[in-house]
């Protein structure tokens, strides 16, 4: 009897040991580590100006240097562009990915393997305000920030989490002067 | 097998979860439908047209599923931690608990699949995020309810003589989950081997197997 006592105590222990071993495994486990690399971003470019509007493009990859796959479901930029600080046109963004480029403004959600990056493709459409002309807007262009929100998950939490880079205003108007000389 | 019988895929517009399969067959297909066909219908455009495809904010998960999805390949639709309750949800915890248990025992001793045997019909059947086309690649969708009677439904909506509602692929696994009275599902499986769905993007959710009653 006391040996079947024994036994039954010993596999209630083995069960407890095995679920906490099990627990901290969970816990221990890594997961994604997902950012945009605003730092590798290439120069801007101009990919088209009229009297009304340019649009520029620039490209910057989301990494993933984790040991999981990351599914990114949304990612969307954000120019810091207030009117207290320039009236003069206003900006729309787009961010896609390079390798599923769209034209609806919706962002696909895609798995981002562990341990590699996809290139983004940032766009900014600068309008200009009534009474303004975009070449001249574009001239006057401060510096603008930009946050890059990003909601993704792995196998734990769903984040969201941003990272930023700037536009220098050096950068927009010698586009719009260089393009201009080229039309 | 497919060579023995014509089918004809059904292309339609993305179906939400404000459409009814059954009328969105009758608005596509009903012209090609006739008396000796089977219409069959994806599995998981009938869910999200049942309204179950959900949003992985929406789940709350526990600190059962936080642990278990953990255990499971990262390739695999429940193992993150909401795709887990996602299933627990509509399972039962303890019941995805004890299939972890006993799947674990069994592959110990060289048996595979029995986690999936056990722990319900969803268990094989969720997708996570990015599994299906947009708008419903930021969901988790789970498999469709009652898919006999949904087949059922079709038929008895179009005059056809059966329906099937099957989950296929491009890797040639074809699984019916529900038919109607008078059909074979093995035999419907063989013919869907090749996908006639097609992929996401071809937007042909149904089709018609045509003279299935010879």
Known sequence: ?183 | MTDKYEIIPIRTRILTIHDNIVDAILEYGSDKIGPNDVICAAESVVAITQGRAKRPEDFKPCFLAKVLSQLFPSEGSIAGWNSMQSLMDVEGKYRVLWAVICGFFAKCFGKAGVFYQMAGEQARLIDDVTGTMPPYDKHIVYGPAQPVKVAEAIKLATGCYGAAIADVNDLKRSCVLGVSAGVDSKLVEQILIDNPFGNASQRTPICIIKNYKK
């Open chain 1, 1 to 183: 009897m006391s040996i079947l006592v024994n036994l039954i105590m010993v596999l209630i222990c083995l069960a407890i040991a095995g679920a906490i071993v099990i627990i901290i495994y969970a816990w221990m486990k890594p997961t994604d580590k997902t950012s945009v690399l605003t730092s590798k971003r290439t120069v801007l470019q101009l990919t088209s100006l009229t009297d009304k509007e340019a649009v520029f493009i620039t490209e910057m990859p989301i990494s993933n240097t984790g040991v999981e796959d990351a599914a990114i479901t949304d990612i969307f930029a954000r120019p810091y562009l207030p009117q207290e600080q320039y009236k003069q046109a206003t900006v729309y963004s787009n961010v896609e990915t390079s390798n599923r480029r769209r034209n609806d403004n919706y962002f696909e959600a895609f798995i981002l393997q562990k341990k590699s990056q996809v290139s983004l493709i940032v766009t900014f459409r600068f309008v200009a305000n009534t009474g303004y002309d975009i070449k001249e807007a574009m001239k006057n262009m401060v510096d603008m920030d930009v946050a890059i929100y990003y909601n993704g998950m792995a196998r734990k939490e769903i984040y969201i989490r941003k990272d930023f880079f700037t536009v220098k205003s050096a950068e927009i108007s010698a586009l719009v002067g260089g393009a201009d000389n080229d039309r």
